[in-house]
């Protein structure tokens, strides 16, 4: 350059006096070591205020010039007078010539060598960029204002050039070396990524919209770079996921493919723009994990069977990548947790009914059942929760509770714990109602029960277990009918543990169901604490009489019932009370009905208990304590007057029936407190059959039950039938089902058809099922009784239609 600024009208000088600075700015020898050179290290700040103060001398009096020229030209606007297209041009020449004339370094990669320039260029265009900011402010502004839009600011101008010379005729070899690069580093190749991240910046950098210059256009970058790079990965990893899965397991793979993921999220993802990262996590998981999904899908139950949480939770993160997926995977979960459930009460079965093998000679169908009655509700009830504990730890801890996967177990629990071989038998009828409830009732009754074992025999069982397998029930009313017959039988017999303990669990299953669900357990709980006021007021009552003692007015404990309330059937017996408890119930009588005028009693004989003192051992020994039936109490009372009697004398002193008589006295038969004459079965229910009390008695204990041998059915007598014509406890039970769920369900399609006045059959069919489904599982089969009942009864009619029901008010 001169010492002097050149003339500024004249464009040569100027130019010439400008472009060594260029040069400089730029690099102009374009070796290796001028272009790690920082800018203002090889350009003086004396010079580079001298090619600003020349470009901008030149363009204020090129503008000047013509202004004065254009001054008699009254629409000639001011600021097209600007100068600057003319070294505009010269500039965008000498750019094209400095970028073609760059050359690599011998053996130097052309990734390194594009790098290198590039890295200089763009440093040297930010300072040609202020260098020309007077230009830049007024003319290239006014040219881009007037629509030009091929003009822009120096430092764009600078990357439009390079794209144009350096990079559009070389674009194809610089994204091959890149994605080589890449590559060797997914193969772990210790490489350096210097030269990558700056060539792939490059690509976002030169995407220049034209008509808006401060608008990222990512199109170079997507379209040069992007899609090859992605086309490259998914090549690169079918490939790699392909040749793993021939020479290795699965189990093997989903650890490599989580690394190789993590890797690619983690490392190579830092090169890229963040528009890539979705689509390579979508490429990744479609060549990795969806294009193998029925491999991994086939391995996911051979990592359930080995119970491998870390390998379940491995294949769960890789498959919830792609959600369509895990519908599929959900689906496996339930049907496994289901197969393992049923082949768990299966193989219980299986055990129980071996034992019965081992103690008899063959196997048969009568056998089997008595395996299947046979198993103990804890033993059933605790492999439920086994297994149900299993896979919510699994659910929990491998599939962190996911939504699918919770509601896949719930379905699975309540699959096989309603339908198994123990539940619901082969061969059993298709209405049948599962067993699982009944269990489960007798499993509560085991834990709230008073144990006559050691204490504490009851701690394997617990309240969590009963409310666990209560909510996967499907026949929750039978479980209600099951638990309250038993319940009374604890309340009336009073085996409870605690009352506290009794309600804890009547609340827990209020809180599962609702309060309707307990409402007669909750009334049956009031009906005793109400009794055991009454016996109170009974003892006041009976002790200011004025012929009390305790021999005429022996200890009593009175129970008042609900009688729609508890699961007693009232049966009008043909019975003589003793003359030693006529008092007693006479005086209740008149207590209760002064108290509650209008209220009848119903005396449920068959239920009473009581405890009888027999001073009939050797003497000098403490009498004995029997625990008797009120029949076996009023039979052994006839021996207080004779020591012998038949079984006439005694149906006449008693009023009893023969079936009755017999089954009181079997008990006391078979433990030798009475002798039989003729003896055998048959001989008992005749009437000259002569019974003698054995005294002196001699027995272990003082204190004996015999009402727990009392059997309401005793085979071989009365005709020789087995049930003299009764149902059987299981069948009332059955029978009271049916009949409680015809009722519910009337009452649900009465409620629906007076909100909706006129339905189609299938609407009304479906609104029953949801509204029973808190109760029970609701067959199609009860809902048509239930509509044709309703019918009969005039609350319905069918449709002109044939296919609708209209409500009749």
Known sequence: MTDTLPRPDDLEATWNFVEPGIHQILGRDGTASSTLKRVDKVLSPTMYMEVYTAIYNYCVNKSSSAGQFNADNSRQNQSSLLIGGEIYHKLQNCLQEYLSKLERGENEAFLHFYVRRWKRFTVGAIFLNHAFDYMNRYWVQKERSDGKRHIFDINTLCLMTWKEVMFDQNVSQLVDEVLKVITLQRDGC?????DTNAAIRSFVALGIDPQDLKKLNLNVYIQHFEKPFLESTRAYYKRFSDE???NNSVAEYIFVAQDKIKDEETRIVLYLDDHTKKLLSEALNQVLITDHSEVLEGEFVSLLDSRDENKISTLHDLMQRDILLLPKLAQAYEEYVKRTGEQEISLLVAEHRARLNDATEEPSLQKRTTANSSIPPNEYVKKLIEVYQTFI???RDCFQNGPLFTKAL???????????ELAIPPGSPKLATSKTPEMLAKYSDQLLKRSSKAPGSNTELSADAIMTIFKFLTDKDAFETHYRRLFAKRLIHGTSTTEEDEEAVIQRLQSENSMEYTGKITKMLQDIRLSKQLEKEFESAVRIAPDYNRVRYPEFQPFVLAETMWPFSYQDVEFTLPK???PTHSGLEKLYTNKHNGRILK?????????????????????FIFTVTLFQMTILLQFNDRSSLTLEEIQEGTNLSTSNIVSSMIPFIRWKLIQQSPPGLEALSKPDTEFKLSTPYKALKTKINFAAGVKSEVPGLVSGSTNNGELSEVQKIEKELNTERQIFLEACIVRIMKARRK???ATLVNECIAQSHQRFNAKVSLIKRAIDNLI???????CDDGESYEYLA
């Open 580 to 582: 030693e408890l006529v």
């Open 393 to 395: 730890k699994i659910t």
């Open 244 to 246: 793993y899965l021939e």
């Open 759 to 761: 339905l189609p059959h």
């Open 603 to 623: 005396w449920l004989w068959p239920l009473c208990r009581g405890e009888i003192t027999a001073d009939i051992g050797k003497p000098g020994r403490p009498p």
């Open 410 to 420: 719930d379905n699975a629990c309540r699959a096989f714990i309603n339908v198994n």
């Open 792 to 798: 009969a009864k005039e609350y319905l009619q069918r």
């Open 190 to 194: 210790a490489i350096s990524h210097t």
